[in-house]
């Protein structure tokens, strides 16, 4: 395959079970390298845990996890941080440490790297910073940000290091419909701003606007398994598909979730 189509991660019929609690019964996707994909799917569906298998700090039960086509689970610690060097993750809370400043946090995986230059760290810092339209705010500290701010200064430390994959969890979880709409413009503008590197963006979220925009391909997760998968336009057409025309329970499922109503297949969860 070529370097456009071949993936960067593929999962194969993986499980994974905390105790009594079955979260994935075997799902099997596959990320393409360059590409955005989005997963999508209710609160405790599994699309968290799905992103730290991908990247080692789970084990699944069984099925298999590949980066470039090496067994994740078989690395040993070497291999895994020499694989997460090539990523980084934005958090659902942002995780700034709030005893540095911005400009410390956004240089911190510079300097945990081994990185020694400080003129070239904060240029760097300066350059990121900027791309998230964060512009002088080195020297303020994360509780002079508001949230969305601080949101924009997580991404700016998670491509400080121009990573090839980023994973973002829940990016607009607690922000407001003007501010996620800003944060989906982000992750765009991100991928943009890093298009030399065909940087892979998968983003794990229940906020069909930023599915929609952001995404080459979604995944759809319930129940512990892909119940959908296509570009936004097919989950935008089953959106708008009279009711009497949909062809699967699986696409019920889907026009539920894209549309938000309580009545449907899924059930809404109660605790």
Request: proline share 1%.
């Given at each position: 395959m070529s370097q456009q189509t071949a993936n960067i991660i593929e999962m194969k019929d993986v499980y994974k079970s905390f105790g009594t609690l079955h979260v994935l019964r075997g799902i099997s996707l596959e990320v393409k390298k360059g590409e955005t994909l989005v997963i999508i799917g209710q609160s405790g569906t599994g699309k968290s845990v799905t992103l730290r298998l991908m990247i080692g700090l789970l084990v699944q039960d069984s099925g298999d996890v590949f980066f470039e086509g090496n067994s994740v689970k078989d690395m040993d610690e070497f291999a895994l941080v020499s694989m997460r060097k090539r990523m980084s993750m934005l958090f659902q809370g942002g995780a700034l440490f709030d005893s540095?400043?911005?400009?410390?946090?956004?240089a911190f995986g510079l300097?945990?790297?081994?990185?020694?230059?400080?003129?070239?760290?904060?240029?760097?810092?300066?350059?990121?910073?900027?791309?998230?339209?964060?512009?002088?705010?080195e020297d303020k500290m994360p509780s002079e940000l508001s949230g969305g701010m601080k949101k924009r200064a997580a991404l700016a430390r998670s491509i400080a290091e121009m990573p090839e994959l980023i994973l973002y969890d829940e990016p607009t979880t607690g922000l407001d419909p003007i501010m996620s709409d800003a944060i989906a413009d982000l992750?765009?503008?991100?991928?943009?701003?890093?298009?030399?590197?065909?940087?892979?963006?998968?983003?794990?979220?229940?906020?069909?606007?930023?599915?929609?925009?952001?995404?080459?391909?979604?995944?759809?997760?319930?129940?512990?398994?892909v119940v959908g998968e296509g570009p936004p336009e097919y989950f935008e057409e089953i959106r708008e598909r009279d009711k009497n025309n949909l062809k699967s329970k699986q696409e019920e499922m889907i026009r539920q979730f894209v549309r938000g109503e309580a009545v449907g297949p899924i059930m809404p969860q109660t605790s």
């Open positions: 540095l400043t911005v400009g410390e946090n956004v300097r945990a790297q081994g990185e020694k230059d400080e003129a070239k760290i904060r240029s760097i810092v300066t350059e990121r910073l900027g791309q998230v339209g964060l512009p002088g705010t992750i765009l503008e991100t991928r943009a701003a890093l298009k030399d590197m065909n940087v892979t963006s998968i983003v794990v979220t229940h906020d069909m606007h930023v599915a929609t925009k952001t995404a080459d391909r979604i995944v759809m997760l319930h129940g512990g398994n």
